[in-house]
Structure formats: structure tokens, C-alpha cells
């Protein structure tokens, strides 16, 4: 299965915090939490940048955006995340991604998930309905079994985002899984400390963290990539930066709006 480029992204996005211990159904019980750290209307927007020498150049964004709306008579989020390339950069490894989820804000359950990606000369199309109390995905191939709780990509973007992450010791791993490719993969992220970050949105005191990646068509596996959130009740991720297969990639934070929480962590 090719693991591409936003995907990885947001997979980074989604690793940067504490999780609770796995029950029964061993998953992670993001569904147990409660809202605190995003509003409808948040927008995030991310530059990316690539280099194979000294100096790094924009070669790509990213956006993430949080709605209320009805889905099938429920009240639920609507997560999007959009990710394009710049044209000077098409010819090296063109991308123009969107990823949908629509959550049930009773219990941050996703219901609905689509994926619509073009990656170099690569195209998919993936429609997922998750049946929670039936423990099954419906997806664009077919039926498979998954454990109650279970999340999509862009469902654990945000839903991970309130969870409390001061009692982390440093090198403590900490898994979750997520259905993607019509697979449960399980990932991991590991603590390393607090660093001062600057980026075009400003310099923030963040929390690091080393996130352990799949093995895919444009990254390496292993842990070759470390990601900074905000350490405030946000969580914002601040920069993601890894090692692909040829050069870095770079994605910094370079713009914000109808942030839910005050901005402690930013120094300036």
C-alpha cells in the first residue's frame, strides 16, 4: 500500500500528544474526551518547504478546517485538510489532496470519511462509513472489521488535540491506531523535551515530539521526523520537519483564525 504525502502529513499532525490507556477493544478512547482545545470556524494554514541543500524553499500548503454541520440528521464536526504542491514544484512530485471526516460531536466518533488524492501520477478515491456499535468499515472495496472507537485520519487530527499531554516523561512512546488504506495501522510518538520555536505565525514555546513513521513511496520509515506543538490548551502543531527520500521537507505554521484559546505558549 503506497502511504503518500498527506496522508504522512497529517498522520504527523495527529501524533503530538499523551494518549489514555487502550481498553478491551484496544484502541485508543478519544471518544471518552471532551472538547476543550477547538471551535467551528478554527483554520489553520501551513507552508511546506523542501530542500536537498542548505536552504529551504516554499514548495507546497496545507490547511485544516473545523465547521458544525448535519450528516445523516446528526450534529457533527466537519474536519477538512487540503494539501497542494506550488506549480514550480509539480514537475518533481505534483500533490493536490483533500481529506473529509464528519465526527459525531456526542461522542467524536467519525461517521463518514473521504479521501480524494492526486500524487504524482497517482489517484485515489476512498469513501469510508464507520458502523461503531456494528465494529465495521464500509469502505469503497468493501466490508471490514474494526474495534469500536476506531479513527480516520483527519478524525484523530482533532480529536487528539484534548488530550493531556504535562506527564510525559522524556523517551516515553505513546501508540494509537487509525483506519486507513482499509487497514488499522498502529503508530507511535515519543517525548523529547520542550524547545522555542520560530515560524511566520510567530515564536512559541512548543513541546517536541519524534513521531515513528510507515515506510512509504516519498518518506522513510522509522523515526526520521520531528514535530513541535504549541504548549498551551490549543495544541497547534508549530512545524513538522523529516527527512524524505530525496532532501527535507518542512512544514511551518503561517497563519491562524477563531482560535478556541488564548495563545500562552506565544512569546512574540
Not at 518533481?92 to 464528519?102: A, C, G, M, R
Not at 521537507?249 to 491562524?256: C, E, I, P, Q
Amino acid at each position: 500500500m503506497k502511504k503518500k504525502f498527506f496522508f504522512l502529513l497529517a498522520v504527523v499532525i495527529s501524533c503530538y500528544t499523551n494518549f489514555v490507556a487502550k481498553a478491551d477493544t484496544d484502541t485508543l478512547l478519544l471518544h471518552k474526551l471532551v472538547n476543550r482545545a477547538f471551535k467551528a470556524g478554527e483554520h489553520l494554514q501551513y507552508k511546506v518547504y523542501y530542500t536537498n541543500s542548505l536552504m529551504y524553499v516554499p514548495a507546497g500548503e496545507v490547511a485544516f478546517d473545523a465547521s458544525i454541520e448535519k450528516y445523516n440528521e446528526k450534529t457533527c464536526w466537519h474536519f477538512k485538510g487540503f494539501g497542494k504542491t506550488y506549480k514550480t514544484y509539480d514537475w518533481f512530485f505534483k500533490v493536490q489532496d483533500l481529506y473529509e471526516s464528519y465526527v459525531d460531536t456526542l461522542n467524536m466518533l467519525p461517521i463518514k470519511f473521504l479521501r480524494d488524492v492526486h500524487e504524482g501520477g497517482y489517484k485515489l478515491y476512498h469513501n469510508v462509513t464507520f458502523k461503531q456499535e456494528q465494529k465495521i468499515a464500509i469502505s469503497t472495496n468493501g466490508i471490514f472489521k474494526v474495534p469500536y472507537g476506531i479513527q480516520d485520519i483527519m478524525s484523530a487530527v482533532f480529536s487528539v488535540r484534548n488530550i493531556d499531554c504535562s506527564k510525559l516523561k522524556m523517551g516515553e512512546k505513546v501508540p494509537f491506531k487509525i483506519f486507513i488504506d482499509d487497514e488499522i495501522w498502529p503508530v507511535y510518538v515519543k517525548y523529547a523535551g520542550k524547545e522555542k520555536v520560530k515560524v511566520k505565525a510567530g515564536t512559541f514555546n512548543c513541546v517536541k515530539f519524534i513521531p515513528y513513521l510507515i515506510k512509504g513511496q516519498l518518506f522513510k520509515g522509522g523515526e526520521g521526523m520531528s514535530l513541535w506543538i504549541t504548549d498551551d490548551a490549543n495544541h497547534i502543531p508549530v512545524r513538522i520537519e523529516s527527512e524524505v527520500s530525496v532532501g527535507y521537507v518542512r512544514a511551518d505554521l503561517h497563519d491562524y483564525a477563531n482560535i478556541r484559546n488564548t495563545f500562552s505558549s506565544k512569546v512574540k
